[in-house]
């Protein structure tokens, strides 16, 4: 690392990367409401057809997201990140200019749009946020990493949200033109940034077992978000004939309830430590799918709907700071790339089945092997981190570790 920032200038940088992920994820709130119906209802396309597209765009955003969190520690932040920035607004002129099946393949590959994630999770333009979590921590000793990884989170979520919001005033295809002026704008914000960079060494990974650990629970965590996340926009389409207008609405209050709770990811973090804020989010979260599917009152459903983002995410900024607090700064980028590269690897494979089980009219069983996945992906994270909840938990309030 360049040496300690100080303390003006790494404000500067942080409102910088806030605005940054404020365009980005009004553009990603439009992209994920508009992309289904534009599939579904406007180019009358198949369920398993969109999960192709999912499947080709979860592929695409692993791999460049494994190859900017190598380019981000042998590169250089600033420029990987300058990269990633120009794909999305790239990505969503070309849905506004072409709608035909090969040129939305293309588009949603670059862009990312997966729908493997929450609006605030990285779910569309998803290979930025390595980078951006690399950059934060860089900034940030550990003892404040969770508050503003929970910050940030909040901050895209909540404008995710409004983007959900705006998609319900626009047409699906007008929506990509609003998302391309915003995330364009983003590459802006870009130019000014001045943060610590590192010299990593490519043939140097002491922290391989950690960054190990953390990608097989991400590939589980990965499997389970691609067959349920991406589809429950066509499920209330599908089982509901819920409309575009007020799945907009729904989306948006999923993404601010979300927001709201990921405020408290610092006390889950001191009360509880990474891995019990986990089981015990993840946990509740995973009932609520597998039962999402029983009821038959769509009131009931689109409750549930609205819970499901913030249990999956409230625990993320914990799990965050552990994972950066357990590698080293030189290989955060690495370790974070990796780790997404398999996650959505994984998601990938789920996005096809749960595409031909919907194809089938089979809208339970996703549901169902998710909260299974999710209960056993628990059990590894008490299994590889359990002991050194403590250690990390305790962390927080000491001071910076390794930055």
Do not use: C
């Not at 503003?148 to 705006?166: C, K, R, Y």
């Not at 960054?211 to 691609?226: E, H, K, R, V």
């Not at 409230?314 to 997404?340: C, F, I, K, Y």
């Amino acid at each position: 690392m360049t040496g300690a920032t100080p303390p003006a200038e790494m404000s500067r940088q942080l409102l910088l990367l806030f605005a940054f992920r404020i365009l980005r994820s009004v553009a990603a709130g439009m992209i994920t409401i508009a992309f289904p119906y534009l599939v579904l209802r406007d180019l009358a396309l198949s369920p398993l057809t969109l999960g192709v597209i999912y499947t080709s765009a979860a592929i695409g955003t692993a791999l460049f997201g494994f190859t900017t969190g190598v380019l981000a520690d042998v590169w250089g932040r600033r420029r990987t990140l300058l990269l990633v920035a120009i794909v999305l607004p790239a990505s969503s002129l070309l849905v506004y200019l072409h709608q035909d099946l090969p040129w939305l393949i293309v588009a949603a590959t670059l862009g990312g749009y997966s729908a493997t994630g929450s609006l605030m999770g990285g779910g569309v333009g998803g290979a930025a946020q390595p980078i951006q979590t690399a950059i934060v921590a860089s900034l940030l000793g550990s003892d404040r990493r969770t508050f503003f990884f929970s910050l940030f989170t909040f901050v895209a979520g909540m404008f995710a949200a409004l983007g959900a919001l705006a998609a319900r005033e626009v047409s699906s295809r007008d929506a990509f033109l609003a998302a391309t002026v915003l995330s364009g704008a983003s590459v802006l914000l870009v130019l000014p940034l001045s943060i610590p960079e590192v010299n990593g060494d490519l043939r140097r990974l002491p922290s391989r077992k950690v960054i190990g650990q953390f990608s097989l629970t991400g590939m589980l965590n990965g499997f389970s978000q691609g067959l349920v996340t991406p589809f429950l926009i066509p499920f209330f389409m599908l089982v509901y004939g819920v409309p575009k207008e007020t799945m907009g609405s729904y989306g948006f209050w999923a993404g601010a309830v979300a927001s709201v709770v990921l405020l408290g990811a610092p006390m889950l973090d001191r009360q509880f430590g990474f891995v019990r804020a986990i089981a015990l989010t993840r946990g509740l979260g995973a009932l609520l799918v597998a039962a999402l599917p029983l009821f038959h009152a769509v009131n009931v459903a689109l409750a549930i709907y609205l819970l499901i983002p913030a249990l999956r995410v409230a625990a993320l900024p914990a799990q965050q700071r552990a994972l950066t607090d357990m590698v080293d700064s030189d290989e955060t980028g690495r370790a974070l790339g990796v780790n997404q590269m398999l996650r959505l690897a994984a998601s990938s494979v789920a996005v096809l089945l749960t595409g031909y089980l919907f194809s089938l009219q089979d809208f339970k069983v996703p549901f169902f092997l998710y909260a299974a996945i999710m209960l056993a992906n628990i059990y590894l994270y008490f299994r590889f981190f359990g002991k050194a909840r403590e250690q990390f938990a305790g962390a927080i309030g000491r001071g910076p570790t390794r930055t």
